[in-house]
């Protein structure tokens, strides 16, 4: 997978490390971090990564440990839903032009950020494919986290780069 970036886009990312005294090493997308716990997490079908932000989200398929769809969608948060939709019409159709039997259905579906609930993603997900998805809290992917004060969305892109090191 390659991506892309202006020159002069980096060139700000490393200007303001520096100020910090911080030198970057590798830069990557949030939902690269994310991502890992669906890797570490193996599932006999397709992963979905749906993580969010205040412009939009990103939405990931995994199949196996290979990306399948990747795709950054900028909308309101009243379009979220309706984008959501389409991506899985696109997922679905993809799956029925591959010729894919239901051994590789999307069969998980983890919820980071904003945008979109978990209960909600699901409920979209069984609409439009079809089948349950299993949604994925922290305690699914093996990270407890102790009370109230750390929440999964805040820490998962940073806690899944530290799993790259094991």
Known sequence: MVIGIKKEIL????????????R????L?????ESQWLLRNGSAGDSLLL?????????LI???????????VHCTEQECED??????LFYRDRRSADGRDDSVALTRLMVVGEGLSRRRAGEIVKETIGSEVATLEAED?????????LSFD?????AGLATLSF
């Open 11 to 22: 060139a700000e990312y490393e200007g303001v490390l520096a100020s910090l005294g911080w």
């Open 29 to 33: 997308p949030r939902h690269f971090g």
């Open 24 to 27: 970057a090493g590798l830069i």
């Open 51 to 59: 993580s969010g932000s205040t412009e939009g989200f990103t939405a």
């Open 141 to 149: 992917l093996g990270l407890m986290l102790p009370g109230r004060e």
């Open 83 to 88: 984008e959501f939709y389409r991506l899985l």
């Open 154 to 158: 805040s820490i998962a892109a940073p």
């Open 62 to 72: 995994l199949r196996g440990k290979y990306p399948l769809i990747v795709r950054t």
